[in-house]
């Protein structure tokens, strides 16, 4: 089975949680912006939560798909249709015959993502299908979907397989089928803020440039991507000048060059920063900085290490119930 390009979108590629454990050689880490789309995405169909999808952004492609395949959307609601009828989303999706799979108007998010039962039939490179397409390696021929690219499908697991014998028997005169029920994505809290922990050099700072960062909103520049958010409306400076030597940074750290408008790291980040950085977003609440688009605004709210280490527990033990009422469903 395959998936066939008739129209890429404006950034559709393949990526996965990353490429970890090579940025001690200079190797960034890349996968999935909201990884925790991707993971909940991979649990609908059945597979591993690193398998690989495809991430969409803002403007989404049209895709044929074979008869007898298994999917599930996530992330952004990029008003996907089937054979031109709405799809819902974070539910399994089963084909019954060959369709052409359309994302329109985007009407919350930025980031969707494509996952399949088996997943993409993508060789990995350093452990990873994911793209990073400034170096043009992993995913599809390292870099973004193109017009007529086929992608072929693995072979399916035997809980994906469950799956699709469960949705098959169902609605048997309609194109897809898909459960009555779905999957919620646990935020833990509300979305008005974006949680951070203080970084190394966050008393650098200047006390009002403390309190600006708290109490005022950062507007997302157009110049973000994938390897960083550009902040801007309220700039940083530090007490004195400071000379830094190169420090590693992590997906969620806030450095903040000399222009004084900081900069959110995000999956294609470097691998060492040598800017001061201010603070770095909780883990659990990265997924809410990259479905933000460019020109809308985050505003910060600071929380202690150990209540961020609270927060992920949580959400792990969530996801991993997720995993568990999949597999009651069926």
Request: charged letters at 25%; glycine letters at 8%.
């Amino acid at each position: 089975m395959s998936i066939t390009v008739l129209k890429p979108g404006l950034l559709t590629n393949i990526q996965d949680l990353g490429r970890t454990g090579y940025q001690k050689h200079g190797i960034i880490v890349s996968g999935a912006m909201d990884s925790y789309s991707l993971r909940i995405a991979n649990i609908l169909v059945g597979n591993e939560e690193n398998e690989a999808a495809i991430e969409i952004t803002l403007l989404g492609p049209s895709l044929i798909i074979e008869e007898g395949t298994l999917i599930s959307i996530t992330g952004a609601n990029l008003s996907p249709t089937i054979d031109g009828k709405a799809v819902p989303m974070y539910r399994p999706i089963y084909l019954r015959k060959k369709s052409i799979l359309k994302f329109g108007r985007c009407k919350s998010g930025c980031r969707a993502y494509l996952a399949v039962a088996g997943g993409y039939k993508i060789p990995k490179v350093m452990e990873s299908k994911s793209t990073y397409i400034r170096a043009g390696i992993g995913g599809f021929k390292g870099r973004a979907l193109k017009k007529n690219d086929v992608i072929e499908l693995n072979l399916r697991s035997g809980l994906s397989k469950k799956i699709e014998a469960y949705l098959s028997s169902k609605n048997l005169g309609s194109a897809f089928t898909y459960p009555s029920w779905f999957l919620e994505r646990k935020n833990c809290d509300s979305d008005d803020f974006i949680r951070v922990i203080h970084e190394r050099q966050f008393n650098e700072f200047t006390w009002e440039s403390q309190e600006n960062f708290f109490n005022n909103k950062f507007g997302i520049s157009t110049q973000s991507d994938r390897m960083g958010y550009r902040l801007g409306g309220n700039e940083l400076k530090l007490k004195s000048q400071l000379e830094m030597i190169s420090e590693p940074v992590s997906f969620g750290t806030i450095q903040v060059p000399p222009d004084g408008n900081p900069i959110i790291l995000l999956a294609d980040r470097q691998t060492t920063g040598g800017y001061p950085k201010i603070a770095k977003v909780a883990d659990v609440d990265i997924h809410k900085v990259v479905q933000k688009k460019p020109g809308e605004f985050l505003k910060f709210k600071e929380i202690s290490l150990e209540a961020a280490e609270r927060l992920y527990i949580e959400r792990e033990r969530y996801i991993k119930n997720l995993k568990v009422a999949v597999s009651l469903k069926i």
